[in-house]
């Protein structure tokens, strides 16, 4: 029945009748918060484009911790910067690298948060690759065996989830095969399934100092006006056995949040980028936009799209933004 009988209006006069028919509501249950781990002690260096983030030492990363535990953010996720690259990365496999004894780190003193480590090799190469680079490419199946080394190095160390963020194809197919192989079934495999060759990486480079030194990723992340292949993607890495599929970035690619959301009975995960946070946090420092609101209203349209995870900087902000 339309108008004049049927006005929408009715149920939004009140803030009781809006609690009643809403339809979605974040919470901090959603949430995944991403942390920069460094070399050292009591060191914890500011990064100037991601204001309140920062690179930390194992020490301050088990308080960061604790603290977004407390506020009931369920998960971190792990991005090491090591004190050595070399052209193959191979820190990224050492047992006792920055990523391994920082997971040790936190399940000793933080037992119940979970912890996932993102499985990529550009913070740990010199030329800023996320794989090998032989002739100027980056070779896909060498650098596979790199990533089976890493993912096994984290599960080592107790990680209770890897995140293969290299966009190689068969990478998740791999990895699955090299944990089974060593005892690790039960470690579930988060892929990076749809990710975006994005100019919102910026930040997020300056964080982990992982700019390609030659060349840009359009050789292996994801063309942005591609859909359909986005999906082909997430379905590739479902039958290689992704527990969960992410899409990357989040709120300019809520088509695809919500066509894989149609598509896909696996959980999915949103990674609201370093530089989707550093937008927010600068317009809101010039005082263009409300911070916490535009905070709040991304992440829940992000969840509405159907994202069952957000990875997101803001996620002690939004969890303590969720309690008040
Ligand atoms: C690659 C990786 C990147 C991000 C997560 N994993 C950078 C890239 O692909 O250049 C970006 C995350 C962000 O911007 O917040 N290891």
């Known amino acids: 029945m339309p108008f004049p009988q049927d006005r929408l209006r009715r149920l939004r006069a009140s803030a009781g009748f809006r609690r009643m028919v809403r339809e979605t509501r974040l919470s901090v249950d959603n949430l995944i918060a991403p942390f920069f781990v460094m070399e050292g002690r009591d060191v914890r260096q500011p990064i100037v484009s991601m204001p309140g983030q920062g690179r930390v030492s194992v020490d301050h990363l088990i308080k960061d911790a604790g603290e977004v535990q407390a506020v009931g953010v369920p998960a971190i996720l792990l991005f090491g910067i090591p004190a050595r690259k070399d052209e193959l990365g191979s820190e990224a496999w050492a047992p006792d690298g920055i990523v391994p004894r ?34 100027g490419q980056v070779m896909n199946d060498e650098t596979l065996a790199c990533l089976q080394k890493m993912a096994l190095t984290h599960a080592r160390a107790g990680a209770d989830m890897v995140a293969p963020s290299d966009m190689m194809d068969g990478r998740v197919g791999a990895i699955r095969q090299a944990l089974d192989g060593q005892g690790f079934s039960h470690v579930p495999i988060l892929s990076y399934a749809a990710k975006f060759a994005s100019c919102l990486y910026a930040p997020f480079r300056e964080a982990a100092d992982s700019s390609p030194k030659f060349g840009d990723r359009q050789s292996y992340q994801m063309d942005p006006a591609n859909l359909r292949e986005a999906l082909r993607e997430i379905e590739l890495d479902i039958q290689e056995g992704a527990d969960i599929v992410m899409i990357k970035p989040a709120l300019p690619y809520l088509d695809v949040i919500h066509a894989a959301r149609q598509a896909f009975d696996r959980p999915i995960a949103a990674y609201q980028v370093s530089g989707e946070y550093s937008m927010i946090k600068a317009a809101a420092q010039l005082g263009w936009l409300d911070g916490r609101r535009t905070m709040l209203e991304t992440l829940l349209a992000i969840h509405r799209a159907g994202a069952d995870l957000i990875l997101t900087y803001f996620a002690k902000e939004a969890a303590e933004a969720l309690h008040e």
């Open 102 to 135: 920082a997971v040790r780190a936190v399940k000793d003193r933080v037992p119940d948060l979970m912890v996932i480590t993102d499985v990529c090799v550009d913070e740990y190469t010199t030329h800023g690759h996320c794989g090998i680079v032989k002739d």
